[in-house]
Each structure stands twice: as C-alpha cells, then as structure tokens.
C-alpha cells in the first residue's frame, strides 16, 4: 500500500450537515429498491473518510475497501463471476444466474468491505469488530448525504472467489457487500426497545 502521512483528528474537514447524530441513528435504513440516479463520488468519498476514525484495537487499520462503480469494467466482472458462480454451485440455475447478473448491474454503487485477519484469533475477531464499525460510520455518513447503504452478506456474497473476483486477497474476511444509492422506497423499521435488553445493575 502506498505511504499515506498520518493525519490528526483536528487535521479533517468536517462536512457540514444539519443531521445530528441521532437523527442519523434512528433514520438510517436498508434499501432494496433504488433511484436511478448517478452516486456523487465526493460524497462516497466524505462517507469513506469516516470509516478510518472508527475505534480500533492497537490500530491495526484491518479496513480494506473496494469501490465498484455502475457500469465500469470492474462491475461487468463482478456480474460474470456471479452468473458463473451460481452456475457452478447449480447447472439448472441459470434463472437465478441471470437474475443475480442483472441484479449485481443493477446497483447504483457497491462497497465490499473487508477486514484483514491477525496471526492470533483475538485480534483477528478484533480486527472483525473494528470493521463492522468502520462500516456503520459509512452508513451513518450516508444518511447525511441523503444515501442509504445495505448491508449484505447473503446472495452473491457467500459465492466461493468472490474476494479474488472483486481483486482482494482470499485471506480477508468479507464483512459487507454494500450497494449505496438513493433509495426509492420507505424500508418499515420496527425495534423493541431496548429496555427488553438493559439490565442497570444498580
Ligand atoms: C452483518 C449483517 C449482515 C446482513 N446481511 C443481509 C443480507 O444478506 N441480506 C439482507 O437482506 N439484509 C442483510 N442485512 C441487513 C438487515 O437485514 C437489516 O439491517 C435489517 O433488516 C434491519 O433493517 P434496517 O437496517 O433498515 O434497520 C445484514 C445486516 C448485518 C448487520
């Protein structure tokens, strides 16, 4: 990886945006069906650069991204493996082939997210964790640019090759497969609150 010089948290423009904190907690939200409209890559790129600052044991920077624009040549590739993919693990399903093609086109961007394992299982479950966050920075980021970012790890995500498909090292942990666009849809979000799950240990 090229050097990149250090930078401190007073060193980084923040954007500005009238979404709180909270706002961007409780309004974040999947999306299956999105705009078809074009993802401004400034504002991929001020949602990448919050993922960096999230917490992280010794920092170990376990963090590796890749980009996948509509339409680029690294999609087309990511849409082969895919019909492929699905052919090999079934001949007979050259329905869902196709529809898995077509869907991995279809998404207006896609992050796929990855956390470099560590020669001890503690840190490589660390590393894990620190990526997951990284992510969620990325989400909430997202609401504040009015873009939603799914979270998968199901469908094409769990075909074998992927990683080396996408250009990773088959080591990494796949943690996301992530489309982000602007959602065409209002995702119903129900919880139970959380008091179902707080003991206070007065
Ligand atoms: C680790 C992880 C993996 C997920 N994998 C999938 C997936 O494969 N397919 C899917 O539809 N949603 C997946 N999701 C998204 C959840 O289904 C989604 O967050 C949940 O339905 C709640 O909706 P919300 O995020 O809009 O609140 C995943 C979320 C997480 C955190």
Not at 7 to 19: F, G, I
Request: with cysteine.
């Amino acid at each position: 990886m090229a050097e990149i010089e250090e930078q401190k948290w007073t060193d980084v423009s923040v954007p500005q945006t009238t979404t709180t904190v909270y706002q961007a907690l409780y309004n974040r939200r999947m999306a299956w069906k999105f705009e078809d409209r074009e993802v401004p890559r400034d504002a991929v790129e001020r949602m990448l650069a919050t993922s960096v600052w999230a917490p992280n044991h010794k920092h170990t920077q376990p963090w590796r991204f890749f980009v996948s624009t509509k339409d680029s040549a690294h999609r087309q590739k990511i849409a082969d493996f895919a019909e492929k993919g699905i052919i090999a693990r079934n001949a007979e399903d050259t329905t869902m082939a196709m529809r898995q093609r077509q869907w991995t086109l279809d998404q207006p961007l896609m992050i796929f997210a990855y956390s470099v394992p560590a020669d001890r299982e503690d840190i490589t479950q660390e590393n894990y964790a620190a990526v997951v966050c990284a992510l969620h920075n990325v989400n909430l980021a997202g609401v504040a640019e009015g873009l939603a970012v799914t979270w998968e790890t199901g469908g094409i995500a769990k075909l074998p090759g992927l990683t080396e498909a996408v250009g990773g090292d088959p080591e990494w942990a796949l943690v996301a497969m992530a489309t982000v666009g602007y959602p065409d849809e209002e995702s119903p979000a129900t919880r139970t609150p959380v008091s179902a799950f707080v003991t206070w240990a007065d």
